[in-house]
């Protein structure tokens, strides 16, 4: 059975840190790739980053490209995802997710998450 727990979500100001971390079951991040998505209740959710298993290739959306860095520890079948200079409009749940293929489709394509965790930046 395909799980995913995030943890690590909470408040922060503007312009501070938080690492967001993924465990993983049901599969291992050595044959599937990972990511996040985010999302604002009310709103669609926004495709934040990926990681392809195949060659670690990683994508991020725009609006956190150059502040956001997605990591992986196989041998943990954890996920990160450290989030600098973090902005009020990163304020959403952030979900763990798999494409659950070998190659990520973008930001996108998710076929599995998780629970989500909730970060909020205050001014």
């Known amino acids: 059975q395909v799980q995913l727990a995030e943890s690590g979500g909470g408040l922060v100001q503007v312009g501070g840190s938080l690492r967001l971390s993924c465990v993983v079951s049901?599969?291992?991040?050595?044959?599937?790739?990972i990511g996040w998505f985010r999302q604002v209740p009310g709103k669609e959710h926004e495709g934040v980053s990926c990681?392809?298993?195949?060659?670690?290739?990683?994508y991020y959306a725009d609006s956190v490209k150059g502040r956001f860095t997605i990591s992986r520890d196989n041998a943990k079948n954890t996920v990160y995802l450290q989030m600098n200079s973090l902005k009020p409009e990163d304020t959403a749940i952030y979900f763990c997710?798999?494409?659950?293929?070998?190659?990520?489709?973008?930001?996108?394509?998710?076929?599995?998450w998780g629970q989500g965790t909730l970060v909020t930046v205050s001014n």
């Open positions: 997710a798999t494409p659950f293929r070998e190659r990520c489709l973008g930001v996108n394509g998710m076929d599995y």
């Open positions: 049901g599969f291992t991040l050595d044959d599937y790739s």
């Open positions: 990681m392809s298993s195949s060659d670690g290739s990683t």
